[in-house]
Nanobody, 121 residues
Framework: QVQLVESGGGLVPPGGSLRLSCAAS????????MGWYRQAPGNGREVVAT???????NYADSVKGRFTISRDNAKNALFLQMNNLKVEDTAVYYC???????????????WGQGTQVTVSS
């Protein structure tokens, strides 16, 4: 019954900014690595940024210097600050997290439903 829900997507002009949020709820005994992926029409799902439990992050080359991933472990939340957005950033953005949802259990990947980011005009 673990659920991840993204929010914060929308329509912005090139050069604009958006802040995406992801909230995890349900039977959560532990959240480990988390990340943001995106999928543009006709393309596969690609990694945007990942972050470990300790806060170490990695970014796709295409977003380095523009996006910042962060997390709030106390709130089971994940964020993506997107600055200087480009048309090519247009995609559905998905939150993912490795979560232990039962005891005993092992970390299992969960995905949100996605939030649309459109960079245009």
């Amino acid at each position: 019954q673990v659920q991840l829900v993204e929010s914060g997507g929308g329509l912005v002009p090139p050069g604009g900014s958006l802040r995406l949020s992801c909230a995890a709820s349900g039977n959560i005994f532990g959240i480990y690595d988390m990340g943001w992926y995106r999928q543009a029409p006709g393309n596969g799902r690609e990694v945007v940024a990942t972050i470990t439990t300790r806060g170490n992050s990695n970014y796709a080359d295409s977003v380095k210097g523009r996006f910042t991933i962060s997390r709030d472990n106390a709130k089971n939340a994940l964020f993506l600050q997107m600055n200087n957005l480009k048309v090519e950033d247009t995609a559905v953005y998905y939150c993912t997290a490795a979560i232990v949802s039962s005891v005993p259990g092992i970390p299992t990947p969960y995905w949100g439903q996605g939030t649309q980011v459109t960079v245009s005009s």
